[in-house]
């Protein structure tokens, strides 16, 4: 199959499905509040189609598939943003820096597990320390931000 | 390369250094407050409630020990920060600034979700009435002259507010209830916003508060103000009670925590806010920025409140009901 | 004489900027704008509303001083996260990142970042030179633009879709509704009743500015660089005759584009409530329609670079103008700025002038001796920022993982905006590989809020006055941005028809 008509399908049905959701909720919103997300979704529906008709028309035409051209990233991709919401669930229950820090150990180790000997780890285990040290000069010292702390910090 | 890793053991050094340093200042301390208290402000920086909440900042240091944190967190009108306030932990650390009416109307509309149960209060320290102006250029001088000028013909003269569901947004409604005047009602986005639209006569007439409009005021015309006497800093302005018109409106600013706050931290909260404010240095500093003050103790705030509510939230159903229609 | 006045102020001004002390200030101000500037959400709005407190204590001229610098470095300093890594420190540099990351990947890391702080100075000194010489007549007139004609620039911002979208324009109009459709969720503006919550008491928030572009340039980077697979982000070269090299570009190819882009940033700064981001998009867009070769841009060429920098360096002192004539503050950050002269009880306006004019135009003077120092202090921070570049790719993801949700969070305290920025993050990555681009998604989420701002007071006037040509279409300025809009739309498509005539007479002539 054509790659890039893969592509089209999926830009067009996500705007298709995102648009006409919104449309479906702002026609039941009163008068002034309504006004602008109307115009704004139904034209997402409208170029939604637009492109959708295109790729069904392209269906026909032979492109080269080249590499990289699916709308599914790499098995990597996916593990990278499961363990970014992991991460980002786990600040509320470890607090920001501990789970920064096993964040920064355990990305890197996915990323390049051939790093896990002992002298390259320790270089992470540095590196991240002295990385969440700045952080922390410049949020919790200076900025002052509420930084969320759970059982750690 | 050698000159690298002395370089970087030296900063090391002193990163670890400075470390210890922190955590030995940081366990010293005893009795509450041990640390800064953070402030919530549900509007962004820059606007009228930073700059009170910045000049109670000056003091802070000799009430409690600490400077406050200031947290921003605008958004719907202060819908946002206040809903936010209501979540945070009761431990008296966190406390944040409310506004009034807004605390009455927005969890009416639904914008915000919580009621005036969820708040111990601190204090209500500030109170301003509004202003009803004109463009410079504008033919209607007076208050009698822009009423003339809008009967017969409702809906077409146009009149700015500074924000959804406020205190501005509330006395016009207040003054349109008795008088008819039957403006289409323009809602920018901040005074500043609706400044600029008076100053480049966009609009026909506009309600606001003092602050916004102060800078500017020799450019505009001021027909009259929400309060019982006239303004100190602006003597010919007429009352509207002086104009036969009974409203009397005003943004009111209290200082709250979460509900269920220790009692004893409670009290020294109470306790400062009422030393700060009773500082002649701080009144010095809040009368050259022409605010209103008004001073209500911690422990009659929420009577009063309940009082005001339900005068208000009656106007507020009037208008919607008839805005339905 | 009011002129000679003015004068002597100016140059007063210019001497109290010029003591030790005073240019202590300036150099300290700019390095720590330039630091927060590179942080992705933290913005010049955010350094200096934290550093309003320590003007307290200080002389009013030189509170202004200290904010005018880090307001500045902030500015320019969110250009060098997104040539080097692809992630606009502020939002004002979305458009930088365009054609600066694709010349870091080619390794042309430190001659992009020179020419955007070169081009940053250069606007910002056109913005500051507007403000001494005409606030108080450009304040009176940056008022007369009204809520119709704000309407029509958004709409002609919005025709820029068509510039940042190469491969396919429709894609790229689908990518722009759905970023003003997220800028619709949360409260409404004009009643603030919720909207598109779908009863979730986290969305009544709303997706805020900050929080999403942080997602659509951060996160999804963060899976770019991952799906890359390299040991770098790119190989860190140095470039010889860096100095040279850069000016002479500038100042003889790239002559016409810098002088527009800082008129059109300048012109989008005085209009109160505009800002950086959108100067420096339309900027970007503008050079490209105007560019010979207009599909070279996004390829890594400096004329992007130039557009967008000078474009939102020109806006600070333009935003100055409706504050220093009127006290109007045009942007978020200047509030923060007229606060820390109202603590003083200074007011700033049409009065300021009388009553104060010797610390309105040591301000304006310093703001022209910051832009000056920062090409300076820029070059020497230059080559330490590009070493982030040296860091490797396993660590790097992380971290920017990491400061993308320190980054969301800190701007409300709140963990709604981290998960908001994980959303549009996951969001922009997907539909970046079916070609919907981060550029319109990002345009749509900047203009979303100002379009529908001012799409509904336009609506409330019409039924006031109960007509529709008179408030959309028969005012002299509404006027001219339709035509404007027009003429941009349909001026490269004759372009294009007119060069492939040519080429086609061309080809006959050959074949005869």
């Known amino acids: 199959m054509n790659p890039s008509v893969n592509k089209d399908l999926f830009a067009g049905i996500f705007g298709l499905a995102f648009g006409g959701l919104l449309l479906y909720e702002s026609i039941q919103l009163s008068y002034p509040s309504k006004a602008f997300p109307l115009l704004i979704s139904s034209s997402t529906v409208v170029f939604s189609l637009l492109i959708l008709i295109f790729s069904v028309l392209k269906r026909n035409v032979k492109v080269v598939p080249s590499e990289n051209d699916g709308i599914l990233p790499s098995r990597l991709t996916i593990y990278i943003i499961i363990s970014a919401i992991i991460y980002i669930l786990l600040i509320d229950l470890l607090g920001f820096y501990s789970s920064s820090f096993f964040c920064i150990i355990f990305v890197s180790s996915i990323l390049s597990p051939n790093h896990l000997k002992i002298k390259p780890f320790i270089f992470t285990c540095l590196s991240s320390f002295i990385f969440l040290f700045f952080v922390y000069i410049i949020f919790s010292f200076w900025i002052k931000t509420s930084i969320p702390d759970g059982i750690l910090i | ?325 | 004489m009011p002129e000679i006045s003015i004068i002597s102020l100016a140059v007063n001004g210019l001497w109290n900027v010029l003591s030790p002390y005073g240019l202590l200030l300036c150099t300290f101000g700019i390095s720590l704008g330039i630091v927060v500037g590179a942080l992705p959400g933290l913005s010049s709005t955010m350094a200096c509303a934290l550093l309003v407190p320590m003007t307290f204590s200080m002389q009013p001229s030189t509170g202004l001083i200290l904010l005018g610098a880090i307001w500045c470095g902030a500015i320019y300093g969110g250009s060098n996260a997104a040539i080097l890594l692809n992630i606009p420190g502020t939002p004002s540099s979305i458009a930088t990142a365009f054609d600066g990351y694709p010349m870091t990947r080619k390794g042309q890391s430190e001659r992009a970042l020179f020419i955007g702080l070169v081009s940053s100075v250069v606007g910002g000194i056109v913005g500051v030179l507007v403000l001494l010489s005409a606030f108080a007549p450009l304040a009176a007139l940056s008022v007369k633009f009204g809520k119709p004609e704000f309407f029509w620039l958004c709409i002609f911002g919005l025709s820029t879709i068509a510039a940042l979208s190469p491969g396919n324009a429709i894609k790229g109009l689908l990518g722009a509704s759905i970023g003003l459709l997220l800028g619709t969720i949360g409260l409404d503006p004009i009643i603030g009743i919720p909207r598109f919550t779908f009863g979730t008491e986290m969305l009544i928030e709303g997706i805020q500015l900050v929080p999403g572009l942080i997602g659509i340039f951060a996160f999804a980077q963060v899976l770019e660089l991952t799906e890359q697979k390299s040991v770098v982000i790119a190989e860190y070269k140095t470039t010889p005759n860096l100095i040279r090299n850069v000016f002479g570009e500038l100042f003889s190819t790239c002559k016409a584009n810098l002088l527009r882009s800082s008129i059109i940033g300048t012109f989008i700064g005085m209009l109160p409530g505009a800002g950086g981001p959108v100067a420096s998009l339309v900027a970007y867009g503008e050079a490209k329609r105007w560019d010979k070769d207009p599909k070279r841009f996004g390829s890594g060429v400096s004329d992007g670079i130039v557009a967008s920098e000078s474009a939102n360096n020109a806006v600070i002192g333009a935003s100055l103008v409706p504050m220093m004539g009127l006290g109007i503050p045009g942007c978020p950050t200047a509030a923060v700025v007229m606060s820390g002269l109202l603590v003083h009880g200074i007011l700033p306006g049409s009065k300021m002038l009388l009553e104060s004019g010797d610390i309105a135009y040591t301000f304006i003077m310093s703001l022209l001796l910051v832009n000056i120092l920062m090409l300076f202090i820029g070059y020497g921070m230059l080559r330490l920022s590009a070493n982030l570049l040296r860091v490797p790719t396993r660590l790097l993801i992380p971290m920017v993982l990491i400061m993308a949700v320190i980054g969301s969070y800190t701007l409300r305290s709140s963990m709604v905006d981290v998960y908001v920025m994980l959303g549009c993050g996951i969001l922009s990555f997907f539909l970046g590989r079916a070609g919907v681009g981060a550029g319109p998604l990002s345009l749509g989420l900047v203009l979303g809020p100002l379009t529908e701002d001012a799409f509904n007071i336009s609506l409330t006037f019409m039924q006031a006055k109960n007509s529709f040509l008179e408030v959309f279409i028969t005012r002299p300025l509404c006027i001219f941005f339709i035509l404007l809009t027009i003429t941009s739309l349909c001026l490269p498509v004759l372009l294009d028809r007119r060069k492939r005539k040519k080429l086609l007479l061309n080809r006959k002539r050959k074949v005869l």
Not at chain 2, 47 to 74: C, Q, S
Not at chain 2, 217 to 235: K, Q
């Open chain 2, 1 to 325: 390369m050698k000159h690298f890793r002395v370089a970087n053991l030296g900063l090391i050094i002193i990163l670890l250094c400075t470390g210890i340093l922190l955590t030995f200042f940081t366990g010293a301390q005893a009795a509450f407050p041990e640390k800064g208290i953070t402030v919530i402000l549900p509007f962004g920086p820059g606007g009228g409630t930073d700059m009170l909440t910045r000049a109670f900042d000056v003091y802070a240091e000799d009430a409690f020990g600490h400077n406050f944190i200031v947290n921003y967190k605008p958004g719907a009108g202060s819908a946002v920060g206040t809903t936010a306030l209501k979540k945070e932990s009761n431990d008296g650390y966190t406390i944040g600034m409310g506004s009034l009416p807004h605390m009455y109307l927005q969890p009416a509309s639904g914008s915000g979700r919580y009621t005036l149960d969820d708040f111990d209060y601190i204090a209500l320290i500030a109170s301003e009435p509004q202003l009803m102006v004109t463009p410079k250029a504008s033919p209607n001088k007076t208050y009698a002259e822009l009423k003339k000028a809008t009967q017969g013909k409702p809906g077409e003269m146009t009149l700015g507010i500074p924000s959804p569901l406020s205190e501005t947004w509330l006395s016009y409604h207040i003054i349109n209830n008795k008088e008819n005047l039957g403006f289409t009602v323009i809602t920018y986005q901040g005074g500043g916003d609706m400044n600029a639209a008076l100053l480049g006569n966009q609009v026909e007439a506009a309600m606001t508060n003092i602050g916004p409009v102060y800078g500017e005021i020799h450019n505009l015309n001021v027909l009259g103000v929400t309060s019982t006497e006239r303004v100190s800093f602006l003597p010919d302005v007429p009352t509207f009670q002086e104009l036969g018109v009974d409203v009397v409106t005003s943004v009111e600013r209290v200082f709250m925590a979460p509900k269920g706050v220790p009692p004893e931290r409670l009290k020294v909260l109470r306790e400062g806010f009422k030393k700060i404010w009773h500082n002649p240095d701080f009144q010095e500093r809040v009368k050259k920025m022409r605010y209103g003050m008004k001073w209500i103790d911690g422990e009659d705030v929420r009577s009063y409140l309940e009082e005001e509510k339900e005068a208000i939230l009656d106007i507020y159903e009037k208008t919607v009901a008839e805005k339905k229609k």
